[in-house]
Nanobody, 124 residues
Framework: QERLVESGGGLVQAGGSLKVSCVASERIFSTYAMGWFRQAPGKERELVAV????????FYAESAKDRFTISRDNANNAVYLQMNSLKPEDTAVYFC?????????????????WGQGTQVTVSS
């Protein structure tokens, strides 16, 4: 059974940085758009960033622009989310996602693969 495996979450102070990683199978990584969602307690899951299969296109939520960077590592079948200038409101469980349709990430519906999630906590 194919899956996405996240790592790199943790506790960081406001203003700090954190990088979360997601490793996929070669089949998924080579043909799917990859992205990150997050879900804070009591809130709906929301898109943070998505990157196309070829890395040509990337989209960031307004809350992530100028602070977060999504990237793909072809050698390791991995997608990363580098998060800088973190704020307490960035505290959430971060989920890696994969789907052949880049546009599917805009609604988050019918995403084919989800990771198990990794907790990111930003203290004030």
């Amino acid at each position: 059974q194919e899956r996405l495996v996240e790592s790199g979450g943790g506790l960081v102070q406001a203003g700090g940085s954190l990088k979360v990683s997601c490793v996929a199978s070669e089949r998924i990584f080579s043909t799917y758009a990859m992205g990150w969602f997050r879900q804070a307690p009591g809130k709906e899951r929301e898109l943070v960033a998505v990157i196309s299969r070829s890395s040509i296109a990337a989209f960031y939520a307004e809350s992530a622009k100028d602070r977060f960077t999504i990237s793909r590592d072809n050698a390791n079948n991995a997608v990363y989310l580098q998060m800088n200038s973190l704020k307490p409101e960035d505290t959430a469980v971060y989920f890696c996602a994969a789907d052949p349709r880049y546009d599917a990430f805009m609604t988050g519906r019918s995403i084919e693969y989800w990771g198990q999630g990794t907790q990111v906590t930003v203290s004030s």
